[in-house]
């Protein structure tokens, strides 16, 4: 079995969408593309927060439901 794993396949889907700038989304609008429920994708952004060393992950706001801002990590 050699598909990415839920993590790597929401990272990968974040980071191509992220190279041009920052990305602002909800889960629920982005579930079909990754095929991941919404709930899925908000434990994974979590996880991601800390993990993903080459995106800046945060939540940006909360209205109904989670907007999460992705930007490409700054070079240090």
Do not use: C, N
Not at 58 to 74: C, D, H, L, Q
């Amino acid at each position: 079995d050699e598909s990415p794993s839920k993590e790597q396949r929401l990272k990968e889907y974040l980071v191509s969408k992220a190279e041009d700038g920052e990305l602002y989304f909800k889960s629920k609008f982005i579930a079909d593309e990754v095929g991941l429920s919404p709930k899925e994708i908000g434990a994974l952004m979590v996880k991601l927060r800390d993990s993903a060393t080459e995106l800046t992950v945060e939540k940006w706001s909360y209205t109904g439901a989670t907007t999460w801002r992705v930007e490409p990590a700054r070079e240090a």
